[in-house]
């Protein structure tokens, strides 16, 4: 195996995520968007990876001491009508660590965290441009949900004359 070769999924520790490990996410989530939000790791440490509420998860994989993935989600109760079921919202790999099982054991590890919660449903939402995720996604038994997404676009503040 190379340095570059992505580890076995057997040699990566999925746990919580811990402050000194943002610096890696944040790192991970640039490498794949290519906009920096240090802000926004910050707040959503502070909101999901603290520990303060049972029902929010923020884990990550790590294997031989560096941070190779996360994943982000929280159970939600009757949102739009619907019984009581967890939301994944973010998750991501380093490109060069994919294909190794990461993604299938941060997905596993958060629908465990769920389950023990008494939740039998898992929902996320993408981009249907993003055909990555939806393979992973689908690779992982999800499918179409009966909801319809709904936008709008808001005029920024101070453009309406107010």
Known sequence: MNAAAPAPAAAVRVRNVQAGDLGDVAAIDLEITRVPKPEYW??????????????RFFLVAEAAGRIEGFVIGEVRDWEFGSPRCGWVFAINVRPKARL??????????????FR?????????????????????????GMMAAPFIPLEIDLEPQGTDGK
């Open 42 to 55: 910050a707040e959503i440490y502070h909101r999901y990876g603290t520990g303060r509420r049972q029902q």
């Open 100 to 113: 190794a099982g990461i993604g299938s054991r941060l997905l596993g590890a958060i629908c465990e965290g």
């Open 116 to 140: 023990h919660l008494g939740v039998i449903k898992v929902r996320t939402l993408l981009g249907r441009d993003n055909q990555l995720i939806l393979s992973f996604f689908r690779s992982q």
